[in-house]
């Protein structure tokens, strides 16, 4: 073939989005890429391009002899030169390959030339990215635009690389972009709360956040807590931690959230320490955790008096593990919580206004449904109808034994008798099961007991968890405490404590008005406080303060226990303050001095 030659080339012409070129046409897909493997060109003394070699994907030489390079030296190549009217023609075409050719699509997708997203895909690509859509939904919702995957022009693995890019791209706009979140949060819930940890070059290295209604979830449930680092982000890999409650619908509940870079001592530290800031400073008393070695070194650091425990899932997951799963020990029944978030107004709802079921119309349960949640009194009734299958037989005085009926069957698989030890004044039970030490609810084998004994009127109130109730959220500051509706005290409020704490609730709020009237207000409390204090030397044993403390003496200890499962069965009266019962008070504190 003569190569003709031609003098000066024409300029190339204007790009136009509505013109398309033939070459274009003939080789849409392939790489854009210029490599000296597949692409090839020359561009004349004004630099326009006049000369373009397509080669294959194998030509050219391995960098080293001894490798699995696919470059075999072929020769196989396409040249186009350029004519007078910018057009292109087909110089010269070899045709012959030194080796084997691919037939399949899987195979072909894994060339250079199919490396090339257009522009729409990298749209939909990073619009499905910021929506959290994952690399493999990604991958195959563009399949489907294809007719199938095994159709797509790109291999996933390119596909992974672009989302990288993108990620590599936005990362230094997602810290502007949290912020503003954060900050469209504040102006909707003011107590909406963040802390953020950096390290020298200024990186967020911890990342803490909460709202209003978390913490006053944790005000009332925070006494139990389950923190659980095996989430991972999908565009950092970074553990993103929780802090999980459960309230008395036995629904699951979300304290905080944390975005960590490491799992180390140091920053659990941290997270713990900013978490009880956040909340309050009030500490839980239970805490379940995995089986990280630097998690418990933290929690002995910052929490060294609480009780912590393993999560039974993680526990149960590694004897599996470990030891299989054709025949599993008892280990107690599972009472973990479903991961239900349906809004909590639901079982509000159902539980003020619907009608509990009796099952077995007995008074214990009658007073189950009208002291518990819906939720809770269904899982009562549960036991109550399975204590049904159990007998009793008194060993000795104030110690018992529940048999299953079908004891001989389920003992081989399944523990079916259990001792029951019974307190001297019979108003409480202890049961070998272990389920009220684990979380707060009388298992099937004490509620057998107690009517074998004659005592199944009413659920005994020791083993009344208030968490549990409907008056769950009934929690008041510890010299407030005694207005609470399980507390209360023995005699009337007196008439002088009654009327100094209206005068004094009308003060704060005369004093909160204004600046002017906040400083009248604390001088004139703190001149009244210099010529009470003499006064107060002498006392009668008849103050509201006093019979508390005497109350308190004479009931003794609490019984609240935590048990080796790690849920606590104290009743949640030792929470922080709240604000939300204020109204509430000043009512009942009125009908006290009218009733005086």
Not at 77 to 86: A, C, E, K, N, Q
Not at 103 to 116: P, Y
Not at 243 to 248: A, I, K, L, S, W
Not at 333 to 359: N, W
Request: charge should be positive; charged fraction near 25%.
């Amino acid at each position: 073939m003569t190569r003709h030659r031609h003098g000066a080339m024409l300029d190339e012409r204007a790009a136009s989005a509505e013109r398309i070129s033939a070459l274009e046409s003939a080789f849409h897909g392939f790489a854009e890429r210029k490599s000296d493997e597949v692409w090839k060109s020359r561009l004349n003394v004004k630099g326009s391009k006049c000369m373009q070699e397509l080669l294959c994907n194998c030509s050219g030489r391995p960098k080293k002899l001894n490798n699995t390079s696919c470059h075999s030296e072929c020769a196989a190549m396409i040249r186009l030169l350029r004519t007078d009217g910018d057009g292109w023609y087909i110089c010269e075409f070899r045709s012959t390959h030194n080796h084997q050719m691919l037939h399949t699509c899987a195979q072909k997708l894994h060339f250079s030339s199919h490396r090339h997203i257009d522009k729409y895909t990298r749209e939909l690509v990073l619009q499905l990215r910021e929506n959290n859509v994952n690399l493999s939904k990604v991958y195959n919702i563009i399949g489907t635009f294809f007719g199938r995957i095994e159709n797509a022009p790109f291999t996933k693995r390119y596909l992974r690389t672009l989302c990288g890019k993108i990620s590599r791209d936005q990362a230094d706009e997602d810290v502007k972009k949290t912020m503003d979140i954060f900050s469209d949060l504040k102006e909707k819930d003011p107590e909406f709360d963040y802390s953020v940890r950096v390290d020298g070059d200024s990186r967020i290295r911890t990342l803490m956040r909460t709202n209003g209604n978390s913490k006053l979830q944790y005000h009332h449930f925070g006494d139990v807590i389950t923190f659980d680092t095996t989430y991972m982000t999908n565009l950092y890999d970074m553990p993103f931690v929780l802090f999980v409650g459960v309230n008395n619908h036995f629904q699951t509940l979300i304290f905080a959230g944390v975005l960590m870079r490491d799992e180390k001592v140091e920053s659990f530290n941290w997270i713990f320490k900013e978490f009880v800031k956040m909340m309050g400073g009030k500490n839980p008393i239970t805490i379940l955790t995995d089986q990280a070695r630097a998690m418990e070194v933290a929690i002995e650091q910052v929490f060294p008096d609480i009780t912590h425990r393993w999560c039974k899932w993680h526990v149960m997951k590694k004897a599996k593990e470990s030891l299989g799963s054709d025949k599993e020990a008892w280990t107690g029944k599972e009472y973990l919580p479903d991961t239900d978030f349906r809004e909590e107004g639901f079982q509000e709802k159902r539980t003020r206004l619907g009608g509990a079921v009796l099952k077995v119309n007995l008074p214990i349960e009658k007073h189950a449904s009208r002291i518990c949640t819906r939720t809770m009194f269904e899982m009562f009734g549960s036991f109550l109808f399975a204590s049904g299958s159990y007998t009793v037989e008194e060993l000795i005085p104030k110690k018992n034994v529940a048999t299953h009926l079908n004891a001989a069957k389920r003992e081989k698989y399944l523990k079916s008798v259990f001792e029951i030890e019974v307190s001297d004044e019979a108003d409480y039970y202890t049961c070998e099961y272990g389920l009220f030490e684990h979380m707060g609810m009388v298992c099937c084998h004490i509620i057998k007991v107690s009517a074998v004994l004659g005592s199944l009127s009413e659920i005994p109130k020791k083993h009344v968890m208030k968490r549990w109730t409907l008056e769950a959220r009934d929690i008041l500051p510890d010299h407030l405490k005694h207005y609470q509706k399980d507390i209360g005290l023995n005699e009337t409020h007196t008439f002088r404590h009654s009327k100094m704490y209206i005068a004094a609730l009308e003060l704060v709020k005369m004093g909160d008005m204004n600046v002017a009237a906040y400083e009248a207000v604390m001088n004139c409390l703190i001149d009244a406080k210099h010529k009470v204090i003499p006064l107060c030397d002498k006392t009668y044993g008849m103050s509201i303060v006093e019979k508390t403390s005497s109350m308190a003496k004479s009931n003794g200890p609490s019984t609240a226990r935590a048990n080796s499962n790690g849920t606590s069965t104290a009743c949640a009266n030792s929470n922080g303050p709240s604000t939300t019962r204020a109204n509430s008070n000043v009512q009942q504190m009125q009908r006290y001095v009218q009733r005086e």
